[in-house]
């Protein structure tokens, strides 16, 4: 019998990557810190970001919600869900006024719960 070798990962945690994006381009990202062993993770960190305003209308930021974990290969990151928030061109509903409310106030802090959009998974049998 032969058995093949595998990569065994280990569920490390969960964060939350936050990125600036100008058009389809990642301007800036930052994260938080990981949150383990725990199903129901709760994260009470801020982020601002400086946009001029004339480029206000081309960027929206997206939250992603991403699992980390490490095995014989090294360390894993795995996206789990994610919502963008931005202008009309990005985003539509909650998220979009949601920004609409952000630049209405850009010194003030604006939070807002968003349900995340599932992150399409890749198939190896397909």
């Known amino acids: 019998m032969v058995l093949s070798q595998r990569s065994i990962y280990v569920f490390q ?11 389809q381009k990642t301007h800036k990202t930052k994260k938080t ?5 725990t199903c129901e993770p ?17 960027c929206s930021v997206v939250t992603t919600v991403m699992l980390s974990s490490t095995g014989r290969l090294g360390h894993h990151e ?7 928030v931005g202008p009309f061109l990005y985003a539509r509903g909650e998220a979009l006024m949601h920004w609409q409310e952000m630049c209405a106030q850009p010194r003030n802090m604006v939070s807002r719960w968003h349900q995340l959009s599932n992150v399409p998974r890749s198939n190896p049998t397909d």
């Open 13 to 23: 945690g969960m964060h939350v990557r936050v990125q600036l994006r100008h058009g």
């Open 33 to 37: 810190t990981a949150q383990r062993s």
């Open 42 to 58: 709760i994260y009470n960190e801020s982020f601002s970001f400086t946009v001029p305003t004339k480029l206000i209308d081309t």
């Open 78 to 84: 795995e996206e789990y869900g994610s919502v963008t």
